[in-house]
């Protein structure tokens, strides 16, 4: 079964007066331990998907059933239950953080909110999270501010797992980050994918990492979705105008090598 | 190839954390190429450019040498230009295309005797309490003008453009003011401006204010009002880094066309080697303020001397990109 079925969704906003939809009839579902990534240019309703998914907007139409059951009717304390199992990571941690917050404190939170370990028993947890995405236990003492990038998008991993979600949504999570970086944090993803058998919804405009890291790619235009399928068979022969745009204006890198 | 701008041992630390942010850096920008500088954040990349554009704020301690040979026609005669004092510190260096346009306007409202170059004083070193030994007037005198001599490109188009002036007055303004026009020839010349970075709508984009634009038509604007005053080179900072990749490999076919149609130089500072290679001539790696390799495009790419470059360029994920997940036990 998929964790995640997307069925017709619209969502429509008004520019300059005139309704426009940012989301058109868009259908789509994930797999459990499947990555499934959302391309498209600038306005092209990624984001908008992003945010119908994790409830933080209402659509106009259509119908989201998570775990089997229709989200969009859920309310109260069963959707709070439904909330820990998707989570999210999005651009800029230093955004997503209330700066001045410790690491401890950012990764207290889901535990508390959601009961998941008494007040006795988190300060453990928070170190074997922060061991899990691979950061030294005694960086719970600092400051969000005080750490890297790439230390501070790995506490945003951490603190999306605290709940053991079966979805994490990536908005371009990976956009901000040195390359040298990036590589590290997309084996972490795979790895907590591999053991948890996490699905992600993966938003990124970056056809090369998508290549790397999604199963299946769905290429949006003006919200509607413009094709679907097989990550590396998309990219390869892209049948949309669209995608065949985004393959040319991806910067190649032509090496002779050895 | 004759050399537009040599640079010795430039060195560059801020105050307000005490790193250095370039350490000896020395090379050369070549008259007419395309030289892209690369690196991760903190390399020194934006510093280089803001140090070359003689953009840095009063406050940062900068020792080296920065000789320009500039064609006899540019800098000779002109006022010097003010240093704006703005802080990158503060990121007010982002908020503004108004850092030539700031320095112009004081110099035509005329009379300030107390204008200086952009690094005269700057580039000589200063003590810690602030004084400060001049350059010889020689060398300040010879040193490019920022807006006139120099056209700068930012990342975020929004912020370098004036959100409550109108385009054509934003482009119009560096013609007036360094081309010496009427404000109808500046509007004029604004407007075939436009056309060159390929704007629809000339007229009704001259009265547009900066919020009815998209992102990459804004950045058309910013590169328009860079190059108005003909400028002999064109630095572009993460010009294309906030755009999405279709308006991304417009913009880079833009700044490519009007480099290679105005005979510029330009030096592009990105992150990425891959756009980087598809557009220089030549490549600096920059990393942790030092200068780690330079050479040309080719040679970069295929025949990388630094360990460094070698895992920029393995950290690359093009569209022939190993899937991650089929290989089997790769370490986190």
Same mark, same amino acid.
Do not use: C
């Given at each position: 079964m998929s964790v995640l079925t997307v069925s017709s969704l619209a969502k429509r906003y008004r520019r300059g007066g005139k309704p426009?939809?940012?989301?058109?009839?868009?259908?789509?579902?994930?797999?459990?331990?499947?990555?499934?990534?959302?391309?498209?240019p600038s306005g092209s309703g990624k984001s908008t998907i992003a945010k119908l998914v994790l409830r933080l907007i209402e659509p106009d139409a259509g119908r989201i059933d998570f775990e089997g059951q229709d989200l969009l009717a859920l309310s109260g304390a069963t959707l709070r239950a439904k909330r820990a199992k998707v989570q999210m990571v999005f651009q800029d941690p230093l955004a997503a953080?209330?700066? !001045?917050?410790?690491?401890?404190?950012?990764?207290?939170?889901?535990?508390?909110?959601?009961?998941?370990?008494?007040?006795?028993?988190?300060?453990?947890?928070?170190?074997?999270?922060?061991?899990?995405?691979?950061?030294?236990?005694?960086?719970?003492?600092?400051?969000?501010?005080?750490?890297?990038?790439g230390q501070r998008q790995r506490v945003a991993i951490a603190r999306a797992i605290a709940t053991r979600p079966s979805l994490i949504v990536l908005d371009e999570a990976v956009s901000a980050l040195d390359v040298s970086v990036r590589g590290q944090i997309l084996e972490l993803l795979l790895d907590l994918q591999r053991q948890e058998r996490i699905a992600y919804l993966f938003i990124s405009h970056d056809l090369g990492v998508i290549r790397a890291v999604a199963h299946r790619v769905v290429i949006l235009d003006?919200?509607?979705?413009?094709?679907?399928?097989?990550?590396?068979?998309?990219?390869?022969?892209?049948?949309?105008?669209?995608?065949?745009?985004?393959?040319?204006?991806?910067?190649?890198?032509? !090496?002779?090598?050895? | 190839m004759t050399v537009l701008l040599s640079i010795r041992d430039l060195s560059v630390r801020y105050q307000r954390d005490g790193v250095a942010a370039l350490k000896g850096v020395s090379l050369d920008v070549l008259a007419g190429e395309r030289l892209a500088i690369i690196g991760e954040s903190g390399s020194g990349k934006s510093t280089l450019a803001l140090a070359v554009a003689?953009?840095? =704020?009063?406050?940062?301690?900068?020792?080296?040498?920065?000789?320009?040979?500039?064609?006899?026609?540019?800098?000779?005669?002109?006022?010097?230009s003010v240093l704006p004092d703005i802080s990158p510190s503060r990121g007010e260096i982002g908020s503004s295309v108004a850092g030539p346009l700031l320095a112009a306007s004081k110099i035509g409202?005329?009379?300030?005797?107390?204008?200086?170059?952009?690094?005269?004083?700057?580039?000589?070193?200063?003590t810690e309490r602030g004084a400060k030994d001049r350059?010889?007037?020689?060398?300040?005198?010879?040193?490019?003008?920022?807006?006139?001599? &120099?056209?700068?490109?930012?990342?975020?188009?929004?912020?370098?453009?004036?959100?409550?002036?109108?385009?054509?007055?934003? &482009? =119009?303004?560096?013609?007036?003011?360094?081309?010496?026009?009427?404000?109808?020839?500046?509007?004029?010349?604004?407007?075939?401006?436009?056309?060159?970075?390929?704007?629809?709508?000339?007229?009704?984009?001259?009265?547009?204010?900066?919020?009815?634009?998209?992102?990459?038509?804004?950045?058309?604007?910013?590169?328009?009002?860079?190059?108005?005053?003909a400028p002999k080179l064109l630095i572009a900072d993460e010009a294309t880094s906030a755009l999405d990749t279709i308006v991304q490999a417009e913009i880079v076919s833009l700044i490519r066309r009007l480099v290679a149609e105005?005979?510029?130089?330009?030096?592009? &500072?990105?992150?990425? &080697?891959?756009?980087?290679?598809s557009l220089a001539d030549r490549i600096a790696v920059l990393r942790h303020g030092e200068l780690v390799e330079l050479?040309?495009?080719?040679?970069?790419l295929n025949a990388p001397r630094h360990a460094y470059t070698r895992a920029l360029l393995d950290a690359h994920l093009g569209l022939d990109a190993e899937p991650l997940f089929d290989r089997q036990g790769s370490p986190a």
């Open positions: 426009f939809a940012a989301v058109d009839d868009v259908s789509f579902e994930i797999n459990p331990a499947e990555t499934l990534a959302v391309a498209g953080f209330n700066p !001045r917050a410790t690491v401890a404190r950012v990764l207290d939170d889901p535990l508390r909110t959601h009961n998941i370990a008494s007040r006795a028993d988190r300060p453990r947890r928070i170190a074997a999270l922060l061991e899990r995405v691979g950061l030294d236990a005694g960086l719970a003492a600092r400051a969000i501010h005080e750490i890297s990038g003006a919200g509607r979705i413009a094709e679907s399928g097989d990550a590396r068979d998309v990219i390869a022969k892209p049948q949309s105008a669209i995608g065949k745009a985004l393959v040319a204006a991806t910067p190649r890198l032509i !090496r002779n090598r050895p | 003689g953009l840095l =704020a009063r406050g940062v301690e900068i020792g080296g040498r920065m000789d320009w040979f500039l064609p006899a026609s540019a800098g000779a005669k002109a006022p010097l409202e005329g009379g300030d005797h107390s204008v200086i170059s952009p690094l005269e004083g700057e580039m000589s070193g200063r350059q010889p007037s020689a060398l300040a005198t010879s040193h490019p003008l920022l807006g006139r001599d &120099i056209g700068f490109v930012f990342q975020d188009p929004s912020s370098s453009l004036d959100p409550v002036m109108p385009i054509g007055k934003q &482009i =119009a303004e560096v013609a007036h003011t360094h081309l010496h026009l009427t404000w109808r020839e500046a509007i004029a010349k604004a407007k075939t401006l436009l056309e060159r970075v390929r704007l629809p709508n000339l007229d009704a984009t001259l009265h547009a204010y900066p919020h009815q634009l998209s992102g990459g038509q804004k950045q058309r604007v910013a590169i328009a009002a860079a190059i108005a005053a105005d005979g510029m130089t330009l030096i592009f &500072i990105s992150h990425d &080697i891959a756009l980087a290679a050479g040309e495009t080719d040679q970069i």
